[in-house]
C-alpha cells in the first residue's frame, strides 16, 4: 500500500468479557496525540460483543470513529477471527498506522495481521509518536535493554505497533468529538483452520501475585541479599495484599521468575503504591514504574537514584524495617483484597 494512499489512526481496543482493558483507553490517549500530529481521523476498533457501556466509555476519548466488529465467533478470543476482520477493514479503509496493546492478544493479532499485510511491525514499544520531522516512529528496547531503537517504516503502509500496558495514563482529551459508531459483522472462520473454545479459564497467579492487576506491588533489588530472604517478603505481602516483583538483576539471579520482572525488559506496572525494598533504581527499573502512584523506596544507600523518584524514602537497612512493619500490620485488621478497576 502506498504512503500517499494511506490515512487514518487505528486504535485496537481489547476487552475481557463485558469489560474494557484499561489499555484501550492508554492506547485511545496515544493514539489521539498521533492522529492529531498527523492530521489524521482516529478510530477504535473493538472485537467481540458490544456491552451497555463499551460506546460511552470510549467516546470520552474523543476517538472519530468507534468500530464495533461482533458475531457469533467472537464471544471468545480466536486470532484469526481478529487478524481476518481487521484485514478486510484494512483493505477498504487504507490506515496510515494501526496500535495494538502489546498483551498476550494484542501481539498474537499484531503479528498475524503484519504477516498477512506483508508489512513490518515494531513490537513492545515503549514510546509511540511523531517526530519533529513529522514521521510517525517507535521506540523500543534493544540488545537486552541496553539501547533504545527509533524505528520508522518509510515505504509499507499502515504501519502497525504494539504499546506496552501501563506506559502512559489514560487522559480525556479538552476538545470532545462525537464519534461516528460503526457496526460490522466478524469475517466468518477460514475452512483452513477451524477452532472451538471449549472453556475458558482466568489464569490463576502464583504466590507472587499478579503485577497487572494489583494496587500495591512491593519490588525487591539486589539488596535482598538472596533468594532466602523472600519469605519475610512474602509474608509483608501477605499483610498489605500485595504483588511481588523484582529488578533484572534479581531475576537473573534466579531468585524469583521472569515473569516477576519489573522494568524495560519485564513489567510495566502502575500500582497505587510501589514499595521498593534494596531496589537502587537503574533506568531501566525506573522505567517499568513510572506511572506508579506513589513509590515509597528503602534502601541503605542514600545516594540510591531510586530516592529521586520515590514519594517517600527511607535510608535504612530493609532488615531492620520491614520486621518492624510487618509486625505493626499484624496488630491491625487485614487489608482488603484490591484491584485496580478497569
Known amino acids: 500500500m502506498s504512503e500517499?494512499?494511506?490515512?487514518?489512526?487505528?486504535?485496537?481496543?481489547?476487552?475481557?468479557?463485558?469489560q474494557l482493558a484499561t489499555v484501550t483507553l492508554e492506547l485511545l490517549t496515544v493514539g489521539r496525540s498521533i492522529a492529531d500530529a498527523l492530521k489524521e481521523e482516529l478510530s477504535v476498533l473493538?472485537?467481540?460483543p458490544e456491552s451497555g457501556d463499551t460506546v460511552r466509555i470510549l467516546a470520552e476519548y474523543s476517538p472519530d470513529n468507534v468500530v464495533l466488529i461482533t458475531g457469533e465467533q467472537t464471544q471468545h478470543y480466536l486470532p484469526e477471527i481478529h487478524s481476518d476482520s481487521i484485514a478486510s477493514l484494512v483493505e477498504k479503509s487504507r490506515p496510515?498506522?494501526?496500535l495494538f496493546p502489546a498483551t498476550y492478544d494484542g501481539r498474537d493479532t499484531a503479528a498475524r495481521l503484519a504477516a498477512r499485510l506483508?508489512?513490518?511491525?515494531?513490537?513492545?514499544c515503549t514510546e509511540i509518536r511523531v517526530d519533529e520531522t513529522g514521521r510517525f516512529v517507535q521506540i523500543r528496547p534493544a540488545f537486552g535493554g541496553n539501547l533504545m531503537a527509533t524505528i520508522h517504516q518509510p515505504v509499507t503502509r499502515p504501519q502497525l505497533a504494539t504499546l506496552r500496558p501501563h506506559i502512559v495514563k489514560p487522559v480525556k482529551p479538552t476538545k470532545k468529538i462525537t464519534p461516528t459508531v460503526h457496526r460490522v459483522a466478524a469475517v466468518p472462520a477460514s475452512t483452513h483452520y477451524q477452532k472451538t473454545i471449549l472453556k475458558a479459564v482466568r489464569e490463576v497467579a502464583d504466590e507472587s501475585g499478579n503485577l497487572d492487576e494489583a494496587e500495591v506491588v512491593i519490588g525487591v533489588g539486589r539488596g535482598l541479599g538472596g533468594k532466602d530472604k523472600l519469605s519475610m517478603v512474602n509474608r509483608l505481602a501477605g499483610l498489605m495484599n500485595a504483588a511481588v516483583g523484582g529488578s533484572r538483576g534479581v531475576v537473573d539471579a534466579g531468585w524469583l521468575p521472569h515473569n516477576q520482572q519489573i522494568g524495560l525488559t519485564g513489567r510495566v506496572i502502575s500500582p497505587?503504591?510501589?514499595?521498593?525494598?534494596?531496589v537502587s533504581g537503574a533506568v531501566q527499573h525506573l522505567v517499568g514504574v513510572r506511572t506508579a502512584k506513589e513509590i515509597v523506596a528503602v534502601n541503605i544507600d542514600p545516594e540510591a537514584p531510586i530516592f529521586k523518584v520515590a514519594t517517600f524514602g527511607i535510608v535504612g537497612d530493609m532488615f531492620k524495617i520491614v520486621p518492624l512493619l510487618i509486625?505493626?500490620?499484624e496488630t491491625k485488621p487485614p487489608i482488603e483484597p484490591a484491584v485496580q478497576s478497569k
Open 46 to 48: 473493538l472485537i467481540g
Open 118 to 124: 506483508q508489512v513490518g511491525l515494531a513490537a513492545d
Open 272 to 278: 497505587k503504591l510501589y514499595l521498593a525494598l534494596g
Open 96 to 98: 496510515s498506522v494501526i
Open 327 to 329: 509486625k505493626e500490620l
Open 4 to 18: 500517499k494512499a494511506a490515512s487514518g489512526v487505528w486504535v485496537v481496543g481489547e476487552q475481557k468479557g463485558s
